[in-house]
């Protein structure tokens, strides 16, 4: 497997050993004054590295009518040469950019635009050589996604997985998260959901998995209405200070999900991270009088114990 980081080290180290030869700086041009960039995707198709990045204007540039949006795909080729074209000059912004795995093409999906704008969640497919559009597309999915937040991944057999919140507790705390993987033409080949008994749900991120599935990382947590998290260890974590005894629950776990090419949920994985907090809740039916010296107590022994959250990485 080719790894982000060793990437782009790799990709340094080329462009620097050819500035030396030529006793000078050796940079990838690009044909625009923009002043932000980003580094969007990586991947390698055959014995080609590449590397999608996208420019953005400065607030200063913003202010001027003459900004653009625009989007490169730079390849690193064995013999040490850079080739390099621009996909995209525009105003518009895209809340997504993906290298298509396994084809000389891209996903790009467009930023909502303002309410009222009347601009389509749109899913594009564009050539990497000329940035000719070859599909567009406008999936159902699409409007239901936080664009932006790594919600959107490729899958090893040239499609995409598109990650939204299925459930939302009655307080407005997301309680599980959906998935559907889509082919380049907006078609929905497989769905999955995850959700952990109310409990409290994070999405963290995505990752492809062998033969067209994905891997995700879940966070899940005590909610307003689910006060003990769902899990498989108990109260694992205790402190005797004075001879009373005070037991860390468990507050939060980070768990990796495995889903097949159908997008089934195949696996859930044991803890990879947990988080505790010390139970320090009044019991019922304490007079008020006890009720404070109770609080004065459980204050001196949390100050005592140290954090109020103690994190354990599994």
């Known amino acids: 497997m080719l790894h982000r980081s060793r990437v782009l080290q790799t990709f340094g180290l080329i462009l620097l050993g050819a500035s030396a030869l030529q006793a000078g700086v050796l940079h990838v041009e690009r044909p625009d004054a923009m002043q932000v960039y980003f580094l969007t995707d990586v991947d390698r198709l055959g014995d080609r590295v590449r590397v999608l990045y996208h420019t953005l204007p400065s607030l200063e540039q913003q202010t001027r009518d003459d900004w653009t949006v625009n989007v490169y795909v730079a390849e690193l080729h064995p013999d040490g040469s ?6 995209v000059s525009s105003q518009r912004r895209y809340g997504a950019l993906l290298l298509r795995r396994g084809h000389d093409e891209v996903f790009l999906i ?19 050589r000329d940035g000719s559009v070859r599909s567009s597309v406008e999936p159902d999915v699409l409007p239901n996604v936080q664009l932006g937040s790594g919600n959107i991944g490729p899958t090893d057999d040239g499609n995409l997985i598109v990650v939204g919140v299925s459930t939302t507790g009655s307080r407005g705390e997301a309680t599980g998260i959906v998935w559907h993987k889509l082919s380049a033409e907006g078609e929905i080949l497989g769905k999955g959901e995850y959700e952990n008994g109310g409990a409290r749900v994070g999405y963290h991120g995505l990752f492809p998995a062998r033969d067209g599935g994905v891997g995700l990382t879940v966070g899940t947590s005590v909610s307003r209405e689910v006060e003990r998290l769902p899990t498989d260890i108990d109260n694992p974590v205790k402190r005797t200070v004075d001879g009373r005894t005070v037991e860390a629950e468990v507050h939060s776990e980070t768990r990796l999900l495995l889903a097949d090419a159908k997008g089934r949920l195949l696996k859930v994985s044991e803890a990879v991270e947990r988080t505790f907090m010390w139970d320090f809740r009044m019991p019922q039916d304490v007079p008020p009088e006890k009720q404070v010296q109770l609080t004065a107590e459980n204050m001196r022994l949390q100050e005592e114990i140290g954090l109020e959250y103690g994190m354990r990485i599994i």
């Open 82 to 87: 850079v080739k390099q074209q621009r996909l």
């Open 110 to 128: 467009p930023a909502p635009g303002p309410p009222g704008s009347g601009q389509a969640q749109l899913l594009e497919v564009r050539s990497t």
